[in-house]
């Protein structure tokens, strides 16, 4: 099953209009509409979010800002990654509005079978082309976390970690993420 669009030559008049129990976005003028996700999809979504946020927000190693599904403007395109994250030396401090325009440093997106299609598509692009220099491919019914790393204005798989296993990853790799929480 993949998700197609709902309007071409869109607006965001058009995607404010969408009933609030879908997610929302728009790639190349075009409207997609996903209903929320399922809840393996949100579970590990939830831990993941939790177990960076921990040791790399304040005091941890890098310094980051991550939000859980926050909506993102690169010009006429509007994306909501599942979890977004932000060196603080580029983004000190949340703006007050519904949305941000400034790229994040990283982004998961958690895939699903709807989804994954635009994740690995047109999401990916985007994310390219507005410098995201780090993006992980999160799939909990294959319990898989793929990173990819922004090469030669695309990004491209550096490695996939599997099940059980625990990772060191870019761009969080000071910190060891064992991956079994991610899907209980």
């Given at each position: ?103 994040p440093d990283w982004v ?77």
């Amino acid at each position: 099953m993949t998700t197609k669009p709902l309007k071409k030559g869109a607006t965001y008049d058009d995607l404010v209009r969408v009933p609030e129990h879908y997610v929302a976005e728009m790639f190349d003028g075009e409207l997609y509409a996903s209903p929320r996700p399922a809840v393996p999809h949100a579970r590990a979504a939830t831990k993941l979010a939790a177990k960076l946020d921990d040791p790399f927000d304040f005091d941890g190693p890098g310094g980051w800002i991550f939000l859980v599904e926050p909506e993102l403007h690169f010009g006429n395109d509007v994306l909501v990654p599942d979890i977004a994250g932000w060196r603080r030396e580029r983004l000190p401090a949340l703006p007050n509005d519904a949305y941000l325009t400034l790229a994040p440093d990283w982004v998961c997106e958690v895939l699903s079978p709807s989804t994954e299609a635009i994740d690995r598509g047109q999401k990916l692009r985007i994310y390219a082309r507005e410098g995201v220099a780090h993006a992980w491919l999160l799939d909990p019914l294959r319990q898989t976390v793929e990173v990819l790393v922004l090469e030669a204005g695309s990004l491209e798989p550096l490695e996939q970690h599997h099940g059980d296993a625990s990772m060191r990853a870019r761009p969080f790799d000071a910190v060891e993420l064992t991956l079994r929480a991610l899907w209980i």
